[in-house]
């Protein structure tokens, strides 16, 4: 099952541009989420929106660099398109890209991937993000045959909190960090077993409750 999840993602993610598009509706909304493919790290428009969105949201993804649209792309490259169990999906409203969710970290355990790199990109269709995910998921549930998913996310990003309850996923623990300084912005990391300082910050994982 694990060599066939990463032959399934591989083959996704090496196929046609817009190959795995999944189309959906909110509150009268029509929307879609589209796979990014290797193809797709050639546009430079994508790119360049990609590290626009990434720049304003910068507290809160792990970029120990300063954002760049060449950065971006290598990210797309390396860190996505490269790595055997990691998939990011635009979201589409209108045929305007909004922002992207993706999936991440296949356990093959307990058959679980973790949600990863959620950003909103463009304010407007409120729920729609929640949403994306949801449809990601049940895409992930039928067609690689995950379980189950977690997500996380630091204890001062309220915004992402409210997003991944108001979708169904329950705090099941969490796992304390420091802010540290780095070129590309702070960021988080745990904190050392033994670490003197007040912990002002958790890492809160969510799991979904189920579908
Ligand atoms: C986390 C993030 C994606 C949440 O996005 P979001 O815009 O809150 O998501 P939604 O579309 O679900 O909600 C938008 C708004 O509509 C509201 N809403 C949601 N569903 C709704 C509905 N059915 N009817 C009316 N309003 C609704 C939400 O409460 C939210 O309101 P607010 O802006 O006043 O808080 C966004 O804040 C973001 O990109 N953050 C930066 C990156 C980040 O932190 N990612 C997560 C890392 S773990």
């Known amino acids: ?67 760049t649209v060449t950065g971006t792309k290598e990210w797309l490259q390396k860190r996505v398109i490269g790595e055997k169990d990691r998939l990011l999906f635009l979201v589409v409203v209108k045929d305007t890209p909004i922002g992207h969710v993706g999936l991440y970290r296949y356990n093959p355990g307990n058959n679980s991937m973790v949600i990863d790199n959620v950003i909103r990109g463009v304010p407007g269709y409120p729920g729609v993000m929640g949403e ?45 960090l420091i802010l540290v300084r780095t070129a590309g912005g702070n960021i988080f990391k745990d904190a050392p077993e033994n670490h003197a300082g007040l912990i002002k910050y958790y890492r809160v994982v969510f799991r979904h409750a189920g579908f």
């Open 1 to 67: 099952m694990e060599k066939h999840i990463y032959r399934s993602v591989y083959a996704l993610k090496h196929g046609p541009a817009s190959g795995v598009t999944i189309q959906s509706v909110y509150r009268d909304i029509p929307f879609r989420i589209e796979l990014l493919t290797v193809d797709q790290t050639k546009n430079a428009h994508l790119i360049a929106l990609l590290s626009a969105w990434r720049k304003k949201v910068l507290h809160f993804i792990p970029s120990t660099r300063p954002i």
């Open 132 to 176: 994306a995910i949801k449809t990601m998921m049940r895409w992930a549930k039928h067609t690689l045959h995950i379980r189950s998913f977690l997500v996380d996310c630091s204890s001062n990003n309220e915004k992402a909190i409210a997003l991944y309850k108001r979708i169904g996923f329950n705090e099941v623990r969490r796992e304390p």
